[in-house]
């Protein structure tokens, strides 16, 4: 695996972004300092040919004029959280409703996805550093995370890590939307998906979970076989008529590190494998993906042109007691891995 790094561009605030681009055989992963983000993954498809499959844009000022979260760090705790009143131990703690003003999303107004990381290059990969003070977006205690992205032999590694000095929430993923056919190929309803995972947590009217857990048996939402995207994503059920798709969380089967998902493309012959130890994933089919700025080499991106596979804890767990908890507690580590092969 090599690294290098580029100058990639200045934030609106005038801070400088650089671009570390990691690389092993045909294989290479760019990552900017500013919220992590996963800006260019190339793999070649069934003859051998580059293939870049992650939406993506040119410059930082692209990045700053999208709320789409775009290949982005999640964090302090990913998804939504219904309200803005949460107890994490003995305190009543008051988070954004950033989303729609009903919920909390991803880490509130500027969550991880806007910050600007710190960089450095070890023995592991590309590690990115990020200290969250307290009271940052509402969350009590100082956090330090880390974020190490390592690729060889077709695999790309995002190993995660945070401590606190107080009680906290911490449920830290990545938001990077896939497109097997190629970032700028369009809609992805003819590309396949397969979750290994019986069961789901139901939404709400807010569109965040509401502590029950039922059988994905018998609906639109059991991919435990692969499907295509389009085959089940406008299924007139009424969990897929709420979020206008596929924008669910999933509790995988299995414990530790195992697979939770596969994706393929029949027009590149590329699959995907998802290994994660984390309890859950999302998946969501790009539903709201709109009114943004032109993407790599002068593409256009639209609704339903990529798809996230955003491994975490359920979401909403913190006000949902029989959910695995993201709680962080003081003096513990956080630590959890998810793997994307190729």
């Known amino acids: 695996m090599r690294i290098t790094s580029d100058f990639f561009g200045t934030t609106s605030g005038r801070q400088a972004i650089t671009k570390f681009t990691l690389t092993d055989g045909a294989y290479s992963v760019s990552v900017l300092t500013f919220g992590g983000i996963i800006q260019s993954l190339i793999v070649p498809d069934r003859d051998g ?90 969350y009590p205690g100082t956090m330090h995370a880390t974020v190490t992205y390592r690729l060889e032999n077709g695999k790309l590694s995002l190993i995660y890590h945070a401590v606190c000095d107080s009680d906290t929430l911490c449920n830290l993923s990545n938001h990077t939307y896939f497109n097997l056919s190629g970032h700028a190929s369009g809609t992805i309803g003819e590309q396949y998906i397969q979750i290994l995972a019986d069961a789901y947590t139901p939404l709400a009217w807010n569109n965040a979970p509401d502590g029950h857990i039922a059988p994905v048996a018998g609906t639109p939402l059991d991919l435990r076989d692969m499907h295509r995207f389009m085959e089940g994503w406008d299924m007139p059920f009424d969990q897929i008529t709420l979020a206008r ?91 959890h891995t998810t793997v994307y092969m190729f």
């Open 245 to 335: 798709g596929y924008d669910h969380n999933y509790l995988c089967n299995g414990t530790g590190l195992r697979t939770a998902a596969y994706a393929y493309s029949k027009q590149t012959g590329i699959r995907m494998e998802v290994q994660t130890d984390m309890p859950g994933l999302q998946l969501y089919s790009g539903n709201y993906l709109k009114n943004l700025p032109i993407g790599k080499q002068g593409a256009q991106y639209g609704i339903r042109n990529g798809f996230c596979i955003e491994t975490q804890y359920p979401p909403n767990a913190v006000n949902c007691p029989t959910f695995p908890q993201p709680i962080l507690r003081a003096g513990e580590e956080y630590v």
């Open 49 to 138: 040919n580059p293939v870049d499959v992650v939406l993506g844009f040119d410059d930082v000022r692209s990045y700053e004029g999208q709320s789409c979260y775009i290949g982005a760090l999640l964090g302090r705790c990913a998804n939504r959280i219904a309200g803005s009143d949460v107890i994490i131990g003995n305190y009543a703690v008051h988070l954004a409703c950033n989303d729609n003003g009903i919920c909390h999303l991803h880490g509130g107004k500027i969550g991880f996805d806007r910050r600007i990381w710190t960089p450095a290059i070890t023995d592991r990969g590309l590690e990115l550093s990020y200290c969250s003070p307290d009271g940052e977006e509402g």
